[in-house]
């Protein structure tokens, strides 16, 4: 049997070698440190050119110490919200030559600090979005995290920068709106128990409720998938409610399905809120009234923050505390005076 011929992997030695300089000139080459000569610079780039030289990115990277690759650690990538805030990040990154790497925790906040911490190690910096773990913990990784930026959360170190939405002013506003089309019974469907977006809206809901005692105000068990929502729908007639305020338009889509399906009329009996806006939001039957949010611009603020921790360069709005993003009432078909 004939020899199996092989091809051998072109390496920094070939290139020294036909360029007649050292291994270490070729590095400095290649990773484009100027202080080369220009004429021995140009020789090993003719050198690399003539072997077909590429460079392998693992050794460039540990070279260089960076990876040109952030990662990112998301509760559930299957929800949109989500999705958009990586979309905004990625092609934000993207502009400036950086790769996003995904993890997704599956909402298992047990899972998060493992992830955070293999992202990070494989990464140049660590995007945290939304993450479900307690504060002490969250207190506790965010130096070994660092560079790091916060979507949702904030923490004491200053040197983590925060992107916040007034998720308890949003709901504020649904909730008036369903009052202001006479609806007295109100239903929220709670979010997740470890989501601090939830706890934000749970304390928007204290303030309404005080400021208007003559609101009845029920409190359910909801979650944050569409499937949570459809399942919701028994508890939600057994509530007597009219106006119902769920955790995202997620949920509110799935609750859309289920009184449908038992001949509920929505806005005609029951009027339903969401929240976020997603795209689907304006496309539901009947269209779904939301709190807008400027997700895509979350993902791409939260690049401009890493940036320049990568960069070291020196931000206010580090010193000014979390940038917090104002939702938007977006009043659709779904929601409607309250029955007589």
């Not at 949109?80 to 996003?100: C, K």
């Not at 609806?183 to 470890?194: K, N, S, V, W």
């Not at 609101?215 to 949570?228: P, Q």
């Amino acid at each position: 049997m004939g020899r199996r011929a092989t091809t051998r992997r072109i390496g920094i030695a070939d290139v020294a070698l036909k360029a007649g300089v050292s291994h270490a000139t070729v590095s400095r080459v290649m990773n484009g440190n100027f202080t080369v000569d220009a004429t021995i610079a140009e020789r090993v780039r003719a050198a690399a050119t003539e072997l077909n030289y590429q460079p392998n990115p693992v050794g460039r990277s540990l070279a260089l110490g960076k990876t040109d690759t952030i990662g990112i650690v998301v509760p559930d990538l299957s929800n949109p919200t989500f999705q958009a805030i990586l979309r905004g990040l990625s092609m934000a990154a993207a502009q400036d030559g950086y790769r996003v790497l995904i993890a997704d925790s599956s909402e298992v906040s047990s899972e998060e600090a493992i992830l955070a911490g293999e992202a990070r190690r494989r990464c140049d910096g660590l995007v945290l979005c939304a993450p479900r773990m307690g504060d002490a913990e969250l207190e506790e990784l965010a130096p070994s995290l660092h560079p790091m930026v916060l979507i949702n959360r904030t923490t004491t170190h200053a040197s983590v920068p925060s992107l916040m939405v007034d998720y308890g002013q949003g709901i504020q506003e649904l909730a008036g709106h369903l009052v202001g089309l006479g609806h007295t019974r109100l239903a929220f469907l709670a979010g997740p128990e470890g989501s601090a977006s939830n706890a934000l809206r749970l304390a928007g809901l204290e303030k309404f409720k005080a400021g208007h005692p003559e609101i009845d105000l029920h409190m359910l068990d909801g979650g944050s998938s569409f499937e949570a929502g459809h399942e919701s729908a028994d508890a939600v007639l057994a509530s007597g409610a009219t106006g119902i305020l769920a955790f995202n338009d997620l949920v509110a889509m799935g609750l859309l399905s289920g009184l449908h399906e038992r001949g509920i009329r929505v806005p005609g009996d029951v009027s339903i809120t969401g929240f976020d806006d997603i795209p689907f939001a304006r496309y539901t039957t009947p269209t779904l009234t939301t709190a807008a949010v400027p997700i895509t611009e979350l993902g791409q603020q939260a690049w401009h923050r890493m940036r320049d921790l990568i960069r070291h360069v020196p931000s206010d709005a580090a010193n000014e505390g979390p940038t917090v993003f104002q939702p938007q009432l977006e009043s659709r078909g779904s929601t409607g005076p309250a029955k007589a």
